[in-house]
T-cell receptor
Framework: AQKITQTQPGMFVQEKEAVTLDCTYDTSDQSYGLFWYKQPSSGEMIFLIY??????QNATEGRYSLNFQKARKSANLVISASQLGDSAMYFC??????????????FGGGTRLMVKP | EAGVAQSPRYKIIEKRQSVAFWCNPISGHATLYWYQQILGQGPKLLIQFQNNGVVDDSQLPKDRFSAERLKGVDSTLKIQPAKLEDSAVYLC???????????FGPGTRLTVL
């Protein structure tokens, strides 16, 4: 069984500063995928970034980067130059990657990020 | 490209009543998911379809929940009869991408009184 843990229920960050959201996971699978989603108050889940367990480079997408430490089973999200619009819930999730069919995502409990002006 | 559509956006019912939610995935996405998100928690997968077949429904409370995806496109999720603990946001998602990136709809917020 897969398990995702996000230990920070809420975080504040000053506008324009960087912030790291923690995510640890537990799985017996050798191959898996790690995802981060953003959920603003409107409720829609927005895909941010993906990391495959065999990817050697940390994933980056614009201001988002994923600090992947496989031995520690952590996949922290780093947001650089925070903006007011980054205020939202952030969820870490994982699944075994399968290119032929979608797979169930297991989500963590989320971290609420609040960006201060 | 149109996103995942869901309706209704909000629904209030009394316990023991029935309710149905509708989802239209992104065109061409073969895989469709229904998630339940209780307030303050992460989403929990209820059921996953590949085209019109069920891939995983192990977490679907089958005594009261049912879902179908006729013709492999639109999907409906039904609850009959509803309980107070079914109050949640029901999210529909679809995927096609190489990394199984799932695109989510806006969700239906259900309140059971």
């Amino acid at each position: 069984a897969q398990k995702i843990t996000q230990t920070q229920p809420g975080m504040f960050v000053q506008e324009k500063e960087a912030v790291t959201l923690d995510c640890t996971y537990d799985t017996s699978d050798q191959s898996y995928g790690l995802f981060w989603y953003k959920q603003p108050s409107s409720g829609e889940m927005i895909f941010l970034i993906y990391q495959g367990s065999y990817d050697e480079q940390n994933a980056t997408e614009g201001r988002y980067s994923l600090n992947f430490q496989k031995a520690r089973k952590s996949a922290n999200l780093v947001i650089s130059a925070s903006q007011l619009g980054d205020s939202a819930m952030y969820f870490c999730a994982m699944s075994p990657p399968d290119e032929n069919a979608g797979n169930m995502l297991t989500f963590g409990g989320g971290t609420r990020l609040m960006v201060k002006p | 490209e149109a996103g995942v559509a869901q309706s209704p956006r909000y629904k209030i019912i009394e316990k023991r009543q029935s309710v149905a939610f509708w989802c239209n995935p992104i065109s061409g996405h073969a895989t469709l998911y229904w998630y339940q998100q209780i307030l303050g928690q992460g989403p929990k997968l209820l059921i996953q379809f590949q085209n019109n077949g069920v891939v995983d429904d192990s977490q679907l409370p089958k005594d009261r929940f049912s879902a179908e995806r006729l013709k492999g496109v639109d999907s409906t999720l039904k609850i009959q009869p509803a309980k107070l603990e079914d109050s949640a946001v029901y999210l529909c998602a679809s995927s096609f991408g190489r990394h199984n990136e799932q695109f989510f709809g806006p969700g239906t917020r259900l309140t059971v009184l």
